[in-house]
T-cell receptor, first 113, second 115 residues
Framework: ELKVEQNPLFLSMQEGKNYTIYCNYS?????LYWYRQDPGKSLESLFV?????AVKQEGRLMASLDTKARLSTLHITAAVHDLSATYFC?????????????FGQGTTLQVKP | NAGVMQNPRHLVRRRGQEARLRCSPM?????VYWYRQLPEEGLKFMVY????????ESGMPKERFSAEFPKEGPSILRIQQVVRGDSAAYFC?????????????FGSGTQLSVL
C-alpha cells in the first residue's frame, strides 16, 4: 500500500528565512504533485513532477524529485507572509488511474513578519 | 472559463438524512474525481467517474455512499443515512481527459456537518 509522509507537519518561520518541506513515499510512483491550500479554500496546483531529477521553480518555491530515494522536497526561499498556507504533496500510484492520488498529511506553514 | 463548481458550499444534515453534493467540472473536462478531507488530514480518494461511467470506486465506503456523473448535468455524490463520522470536507476535481501528466483542478469543496 502506498503511503505518503510529510515532515514537518507544522512549520513556523520568520520572513526572509529559507526552509524545506520533505515528502517521502513508500512504493514506486510515476508522478508527484505539490498543492497549496489556504484555510477554508480549495487546493491550488503548484507543481507536477514526472521524472527522476525533475526540478521546478515558481517564485520563492522550488520542488524537486528523487525517485530512487522516493523523496520530494519543496524548498522555500526568503519566505514572505503570503506563503502562509498548508502544503500537500500527493503521489500517483504507478500504473494507477491518473486522478487517484495519495496525499500526505499536509505541512502547515506560518510565516511571521 | 469557470473553474470546478461545487454546491452547496456548506451542508448541514441530521443523522439519518440524505446528503447530495454536486460538482460541475471545468468546461471541456470529462473526468471527475471525488475526495474527502477529514479535519487536519490530507485528502483521501473516493471515486473516479467519466460521463455515465464509474471508472474506479476503490475509495468509496461499501455502504450508504454512491456517485454518478450523468450524460447531462453535474456529478452527484450521494450519502444516505448520514452519521456524524461523515462530517468532512468533500472536494471534487476534474481533468480534461485523464491523461498521465494532467493536473487535477479542484473545486472549493462542500463542508458537510452532521448533527
Amino acid at each position: 500500500e502506498l503511503k505518503v509522509e510529510q515532515n514537518p507537519l507544522f512549520l513556523s518561520m520568520q520572513e526572509g528565512k529559507n526552509y524545506t518541506i520533505y515528502c517521502n513515499y513508500s512504493t514506486t510512483s510515476d508522478r508527484l504533485y505539490w498543492y497549496r491550500q489556504d484555510p477554508g479554500k480549495s487546493l491550488e496546483s503548484l507543481f507536477v513532477l514526472l521524472s527522476n531529477g525533475a526540478v521546478k521553480q515558481e517564485g520563492r518555491l522550488m520542488a524537486s524529485l528523487d525517485t530512487k530515494a522516493r523523496l520530494s522536497t519543496l524548498h522555500i526561499t526568503a519566505a514572505v507572509h503570503d506563503l502562509s498556507a498548508t502544503y500537500f504533496c500527493a503521489v500517483g500510484p504507478e500504473g494507477g488511474n491518473t486522478g487517484k492520488l495519495i496525499f500526505g498529511q499536509g505541512t502547515t506553514l506560518q510565516v511571521k513578519p | 472559463n469557470a473553474g470546478v463548481m461545487q454546491n452547496p458550499r456548506h451542508l448541514v444534515r441530521r443523522r439519518g438524512q440524505e446528503a447530495r453534493l454536486r460538482c460541475s467540472p471545468m468546461k471541456g473536462h470529462s473526468h471527475v474525481y471525488w475526495y474527502r478531507q477529514l479535519p487536519e488530514e490530507g485528502l483521501k480518494f473516493m471515486v473516479y467517474l467519466q460521463k455515465e461511467n464509474i471508472i474506479d470506486e476503490s475509495g468509496m465506503p461499501k455502504e450508504r455512499f454512491s456517485a454518478e456523473f450523468p450524460k447531462e448535468g453535474p456529478s452527484i455524490l450521494r450519502i444516505q443515512q448520514v452519521v456524524r463520522g461523515d462530517s468532512a470536507a468533500y472536494f471534487c476535481a476534474s481533468s480534461p481527459s485523464g491523461g498521465f501528466n494532467e493536473k487535477l483542478f479542484f473545486g472549493s469543496g462542500t463542508q458537510l456537518s452532521v448533527l
